[in-house]
């Protein structure tokens, strides 16, 4: 039923406005993230500006603040939001994520065709 996703447990073991995160064996570490607002994401758990762990950031609203550099990064597109040069087109991967019956599933495919950097 859910070959194509991988079952990475619980919803209710990321707390609102948290994040987790999913090491990836020869990958990108991946951080899961529940807002407020009960919606869940992935993206690749590094900041295209410094390479900041994104999971460590605060999550507000649809968005994650960098800790390095205040960088907000949106959840959904995986966009920096700024306006300054360096922030226009800089993007982090977006994991395909949904949830099922109470349980958090990423799309098989992105997770493992993540190489490391």
């Known amino acids: 039923m859910h070959g194509e996703w991988l079952d990475i447990g619980p919803v209710d073991q990321i707390a609102p406005g948290n ?17 407020l607002d009960n919606r869940f994401h992935a993206l690749v758990n590094k900041c295209p500006h410094k390479q900041g762990p994104l999971s460590q950031g605060i999550v507000h609203g649809g968005v994650v603040t960098c800790p390095l550099h205040n960088w907000n990064i949106s959840l959904k597109t995986g966009e920096a939001q700024g306006e300054s040069a360096d922030e226009r087109g800089a993007c982090v991967p977006v994991i395909p994520l949904k949830v099922d019956a109470g349980r958090i599933y990423l799309l098989r495919s992105a997770v493992l065709g993540q190489k490391a950097a």
């Open 19 to 35: 994040a987790r995160t999913l090491p990836v064996r020869g990958g990108e570490e991946i951080a899961i993230f529940h807002t």
